[in-house]
């Protein structure tokens, strides 16, 4: 099946560590995103990258890391930088275009203690 | 920043009509209105998009002010299954800039 596979679905670290979560996509998009999404609360975008070797920044960039070496992923790191880590990760991909519609993964929920 | 502003919460009885609004006075002559519900615990899916003209499908119709500045997504007879936040929000001409606000968060009365 063609979607978005985020994993793991929940991730224990502890404080102090880098942590790398997940996102492949198998629907040949050339865009990707990543969201946090802490509760009750919308989706801030952290990067995003439009095609291979390329990212921007999103709102919330600092204490995050990406990088986009092949099409159909998108690594996300969360660095000891990041003061308040504990959140959920969600990530998207579109094939661009303001007509087409953003696929979502089922997001990690992420915890550092 | 969000471009578009949306209640923080709605209310509805199971089997009524829902009009959620959506506020984007800044829209650009180009953007195109998109909305996107997230589930419990789960990711966004896509619900609907639209340019200027009256936009349905089999989960919901967009109704587009004619000045474009705002627009309601309308859920035709609300189940349970329906409760969700519900997000609006503007692409662009190339469409790869996606940001959501804090969405409206809709609860479904039995």
């Known amino acids: 099946d063609g979607g978005i596979t985020q994993s793991p679905k929940y991730l224990f670290r502890k404080e102090g560590q880098n942590v790398t979560l997940s996102c492949e996509q198998n629907l040949n998009h050339d865009a990707m995103y990543w969201y946090r999404q802490d509760p009750g609360q919308g989706l801030r975008l952290i990067y995003y990258s439009q095609i291979v070797n390329d990212f921007q920044k999103g709102d919330i960039a600092e204490g995050y890391s990406v990088s986009r070496e092949k099409k159909e992923s998108f690594p996300l790191t969360v660095t000891s930088a990041q003061k308040n880590p504990t959140a959920f990760y969600l990530c998207?991909?579109?094939?661009?275009?303001?007509?087409?519609?953003?696929?979502f993964g089922q997001g990690t929920r992420l915890t550092v203690v | 920043d969000a471009k578009t502003t949306q209640p923080n919460s709605m209310e509805s009885n199971e089997e009524e009509p829902v009009h959620l609004p959506c506020n984007h006075s800044t829209i650009s002559g180009t953007d195109y209105i998109h909305w996107y519900r997230q589930l419990p615990s789960q990711g966004p899916e896509y619900v609907i998009h639209g340019l200027t003209s009256n936009v349905n499908n089999r989960m919901a119709s967009l109704a587009i002010a004619e000045d474009r500045k705002s627009s309601t997504l309308i859920l035709h007879r609300a189940t349970l299954r329906d409760a969700a936040v519900y997000y609006c929000i503007l692409r662009d001409d190339w469409g790869y800039d996606m940001r959501f606000g804090a969405g409206t968060r809709l609860t479904v009365k039995p």
């Open positions: 998207a991909s579109t094939p661009g275009g303001e007509r087409t519609e953003a696929f």
